[in-house]
């Protein structure tokens, strides 16, 4: 199980010695973490172009989209509410920092394949000083004091960039809406993941099952806390949620391949 022990002990340590209100509402609904996403998914709610979306399985993609709603609802906003209370949110986005900084090797590996040179190697640089300075990457001096941002990329994005369609939409279980070009590039980046299922020759955090669905839960509740509202607002004016989620989803990558 590795790491996600530390984890869990460095939250509660932080949220024991932190004089903070562990109350303090998140509504900076979007922190910095996610911003630069959620940015874009707000030019689609404002106006949902209604392009023809390849969907061949549309009777199974409406009942995981109902699946995964309850969910939401259901699971995921009254776990997240319970560790909000628990976890200050200085902590939370620090162990999304620490995440974040995991999946450099894909990022990297990414734009580098797309002939982005540059944001590759602001993500080397980003990586080191946030490794080292900003400790195995819980802060993010890279970013306030260097001014080196994020650049998300992942093999999804390089197929389409390099003319790839997106394929039948498909949902995925907890993930939401995908198709098969994206699931395919997530099959990739999964080769240079730190967190893992299998031994590696490199470092990973994780080696087996247990470990693996352990710690991805823990990033993923810890990921839901830091934007709670983000959903809700997303279904604000969705009329039908699974066209408008799904018609979301693929121009919302259409736009990040082209940039």
């Known amino acids: 199980m590795k790491i ?17 209100n562990p109350n303090q509402p998140d509504n900076i609904i979007y922190d910095e973490l996610t911003q630069e996403d959620d940015e874009l998914f707000d030019e689609f709610e404002e106006e949902v172009e209604t392009e023809e979306v390849y969907d061949p399985l ?8 109902a699946f995964n709603d309850d969910l939401f609802i259901y699971v995921l906003t ?7 209370a628990i976890v200050h949110y200085e902590i939370r986005k620090s162990v999304s920092n620490f995440f974040k900084n995991l999946y450099y090797p894909p990022r990297v590996v990414n734009n580098l394949l797309q002939g982005k040179f540059k944001n590759s190697s ?9 490794t080292t300075i900003g400790v195995l990457g819980l802060f993010d ?8 941002e994020t650049h998300n990329e992942d093999f999804g994005q390089t197929l389409g960039f390099y003319g790839v369609g997106s394929g039948p939409h498909i949902v995925l279980p907890l993930w939401g809406p995908s198709n098969l070009r994206d699931i395919t590039g997530i099959y990739a980046d999964s080769y240079l993941s ?3 299922y299998t031994p590696r020759e490199w470092f990973t955090l994780t080696d087996n099952w247990g470990g693996y ?5 823990y990033e993923k509740t810890n990921e839901f806390s830091l934007s709670l509202e983000a959903y809700a ?27």
Do not use: H, W
């Open 4 to 20: 996600i022990y530390f984890l869990v002990v460095l939250s509660i340590a932080f949220t024991g010695c932190s004089s903070k």
């Open 58 to 65: 549309k009777a199974y993609n409406r009942a995981m989209t």
């Open 78 to 84: 009254p776990v997240s509410e319970g560790y909000n």
């Open 122 to 130: 602001e993500e080397t640089g980003r990586f080191v000083i946030n």
């Open 141 to 148: 001096p890279a970013k306030k004091y260097f001014e080196l």
């Open 194 to 196: 730190s967190i893992d």
């Open 213 to 217: 669905l352990g710690v991805k839960a």
């Open 233 to 259: 607002k997303l279904k604000e004016d969705a009329i039908d949620l699974y066209p408008y989620l799904r018609d979301i989803y693929e121009q919302y990558r259409d736009k990040q391949i082209k940039e």
